[in-house]
């Protein structure tokens, strides 16, 4: 009898304004994660006028990342206790002036100036702890894969960044440039404030912040996708922004060749996050997080021999990028099955903190292990190291990570498995 019932209960309906609070969440990511890039996009810039090594480069572009990374586990437990809407309005207005001090900074040529600007840049980099909990309340179960793999296009941003900002250096100015950035922060935090909507099944948590993340922290859950994230966003962010500087140290491309190429790479990755996701509710995500991974590990192995430009190695990089954004879409689809209720935001925030720390060191090993000597291979060191992480990874989900059996948002206990 209670089978029938099962069988024969009603779908669950779509909430009223779903659609649209997804495209607002989405295009405040975008927003905020063009912000979030400003220092990486311009690495030719900053290194040409202020004559930076590649060490003392690799550490500019990686500040945002840093800061950005930790401020998420903070900002997805407030999300968890103010709601999606005030988070994200937050995030936007907060980057304005760390954006107008970067500015500040590049048009005096101050190291320090940029380099403190980077690190309160950073604020950008939380808007996806905010985002993933806040789709994922409007969403069931069975398609937060779905929601959350769209919201995680929002890194698009990246692509937009790459894409746009060396041009408009180059057409409008610096400053400029970054007023534009600036102007965009802030009508986006007003279409949110005025428009977004906090999902009618989501309620606030009454638990105290440093509670919550210890209770999330004692998940064994939390770790494994901590790791798993680190590698496969890490990776792309990694990418995303050291990749202008190294293509300039490969192979020679000017700022604006080498952004339209970082572009590519993004957009890839962008389109293939909610592919990863959908996958993921249809067939689990331990098979969609395996198959990027060995995508990963045998693309990146390639990139390390250094392929000719554009013809062999622009579709190795494609390749490279849509892996990494299938196994993030796979890996947080993961996240929003298995997060106690009322604990989404907390577990979020501290997983994707992970990712960006993943996407933190990457670049300071690439600047400290090139060898502007060599003839060939200038990147071995720092790309080897990835296809290793590749491997250890898909053999750790491999044998390591499985879906419980459970639906921990009825059984938190399930989580712990």
Not at 57 to 73: E, H, K
Not at 87 to 112: E, M, Q, Y
Request: proline content about 6%; some cysteine.
């Amino acid at each position: 009898m209670a089978r029938n019932a099962t069988a024969s209960a009603p779908p669950q309906q779509a909430l009223q304004g779903q659609a649209m609070n997804l495209i607002l969440a989405t295009a405040a990511s975008v927003v905020a994660f063009w912000a979030w890039n400003a220092i990486a996009t311009l690495s030719t810039y900053y290194a040409k006028n202020m004559e930076l090594s590649s060490g003392t480069m690799g550490i500019l572009v990686a500040m945002p990342i840093f800061v950005g990374s930790l401020g998420r586990i903070v900002v997805g437990a407030m999300t968890d206790k103010y709601g999606g809407r005030a988070l994200f309005t937050f995030v936007l207005l907060a980057t304005i002036p760390t954006v107008l001090l970067v500015a500040l900074g590049g048009s005096l040529n101050s190291f320090a100036i940029v380099l403190i600007g980077g690190f309160l840049l950073g604020v950008a980099g939380t808007v996806f702890a905010v985002g993933i909990p806040f789709v994922s309340a409007w969403y069931p179960p069975s398609r937060r894969g779905f929601a959350t793999g769209v919201f995680g296009a929002g890194m698009g941003g990246t692509a937009l960044a790459a894409f746009l900002n060396p041009r408009l250096v180059q057409s409008i100015g610096y400053v400029p440039t970054h007023l534009l950035i600036a102007a965009l922060l802030a009508v986006m935090a007003a279409l949110v404030w005025f428009f977004m909507k906090n999902s009618p099944d989501w309620k606030p948590s009454k638990t105290p912040v440093m509670p919550e993340l210890i209770e999330a922290s004692k998940l064994a859950v939390t770790w494994k996708l901590c790791f798993l994230y680190a590698v496969v966003f890490g990776g792309f962010v990694s990418f995303a922004t050291y990749l202008p500087t190294y293509l300039r140290d490969v192979y020679e491309f000017d700022p604006s060749s080498a952004g339209a190429r970082t572009a590519g790479f993004a957009l890839a990755a962008v389109l293939a996050r909610p592919v990863g996701g959908v996958l993921a509710d249809k067939i689990g995500s331990k098979p969609v997080v395996l198959a990027s991974l060995v995508g990963v590990a045998i693309l990146g192995f390639v990139v390390a021999l250094e392929p000719a430009a554009d013809v062999e190695a622009g579709p190795i990089f494609i390749g490279l990028a849509a892996a990494l954004g299938l196994g993030t879409g796979g890996v947080f689809a993961w996240v929003g099955k298995l997060s106690p209720e009322g604990r989404m935001g907390t577990i979020g925030g501290i997983v994707s903190a992970a990712g960006g720390l993943g996407g933190y060191f990457p670049p300071l090993v690439m600047g400290l292990t090139y060898n502007p000597d060599a003839a060939n291979y200038k990147y071995a060191i720092g790309l080897s190291l990835l296809v290793i992480t590749s491997i250890v990874a898909l053999l750790f989900t491999l044998f390591f990570v499985r879906t419980p059996a459970k639906d921990p948002s009825k059984d938190p206990s399930a989580a712990k498995t």
